[in-house]
């Protein structure tokens, strides 16, 4: 009797794809092991990094929102953007004519410093610093109002930190508004309407209309009689 090659019936082993997809590679313990540490400290890091700046961004937007009466602080803004204004000087015109054509000409513009970048920049650029000179303190009215201290050692020691928290809060407040008031701002220093007494008015009413025209209000009396 005549008998053909025996077949030999082995059993599959159940986690042979596993193996050769490749991923038992990257999910086993072993491998995982292997991972440099460097790798998982950097991921780490980054996480923190943007987590602190999550906390940083919500810091300062209630630092903006605390500032109850925001016409009142808008117009310590504006004070102090016209002591700016009134202190400048008068300045040459910008000559950006730097280069030279072929016949040996310079090129370039000549700028009125007025309407220039660089008188904007001059003019705010440090303004919300200066801000945290100022204060929220009682008034001899019996109102709150923002004044500017000559003197910080003239606090008491337990309400000096009172009234740097204002001041902070106040310099947050202010640059949230150059941010959403710059294009307008800017257009309006520029046209050369910046005038003594006239930048409460334009800033705090007409651009970020945080304050009430005294005709809208008297409008809104009569409306009620």
């Given at each position: 009797m005549t008998y053909g090659p025996r077949r030999l019936y082995l059993q599959k082993d159940p986690h042979e794809d596993y193996r050769r997809s490749g991923d038992w590679r990257s999910r086993s313990p072993e491998?995982?092991?292997?991972?440099?540490?460097?790798?998982?400290?950097?991921?780490?890091?980054?996480?923190?990094?943007?987590?602190?700046?999550?906390?940083?961004?919500?810091?300062?937007?209630?630092?903006?929102?605390?500032?109850?009466?925001?016409?009142?602080?808008?117009?310590?803004?504006?004070?102090?953007?016209?002591?700016?204004?009134?202190?400048?000087?008068?300045?040459?015109?910008?000559?950006?004519?730097?280069?030279?054509?072929?016949?040996?000409?310079?090129?370039?513009?000549?700028?009125?410093?007025?309407?220039?970048?660089?008188?904007?920049?001059?003019?705010?650029?440090?303004?919300?610093?200066?801000?945290?000179?100022y204060t929220l303190q009682k008034l001899e009215s019996g109102e709150k109002g923002w004044v500017k201290v000559a003197n910080w050692n003239s606090f008491q020691t337990e309400k000096k930190a009172a009234a740097r928290a204002h001041s902070k809060n106040l310099s947050t407040f202010c640059g949230r508004l150059l941010e959403e008031t710059e294009d307008e701002l800017e257009e309006w220093i520029k046209t050369g309407s910046a005038e003594s007494g006239k930048v409460s008015q334009a800033l705090c009413v007409d651009i970020s209309k945080h304050c009430q025209s005294s005709s809208s209000a008297t409008t809104r009396i009569d409306d009620e009689l």
């Amino acid at each position: 009797m005549t008998y053909g090659p025996r077949r030999l019936y082995l059993q599959k082993d159940p986690h042979e794809d596993y193996r050769r997809s490749g991923d038992w590679r990257s999910r086993s313990p072993e491998r995982r092991e292997m991972e440099p540490r460097g790798a998982a400290t950097r991921r780490r890091s980054a996480t923190l990094l943007l987590l602190a700046a999550i906390l940083t961004a919500a810091a300062s937007s209630a630092s903006a929102s605390s500032i109850g009466d925001k016409c009142a602080a808008c117009k310590a803004v504006a004070a102090e953007l016209e002591i700016g204004i009134s202190s400048e000087k008068p300045r040459n015109h910008l000559d950006l004519r730097n280069r030279l054509n072929s016949k040996g000409q310079r090129e370039g513009k000549v700028i009125d410093y007025r309407v220039s970048e660089l008188r904007i920049v001059e003019l705010l650029d440090d303004l919300c610093d200066k801000m945290q000179d100022y204060t929220l303190q009682k008034l001899e009215s019996g109102e709150k109002g923002w004044v500017k201290v000559a003197n910080w050692n003239s606090f008491q020691t337990e309400k000096k930190a009172a009234a740097r928290a204002h001041s902070k809060n106040l310099s947050t407040f202010c640059g949230r508004l150059l941010e959403e008031t710059e294009d307008e701002l800017e257009e309006w220093i520029k046209t050369g309407s910046a005038e003594s007494g006239k930048v409460s008015q334009a800033l705090c009413v007409d651009i970020s209309k945080h304050c009430q025209s005294s005709s809208s209000a008297t409008t809104r009396i009569d409306d009620e009689l």
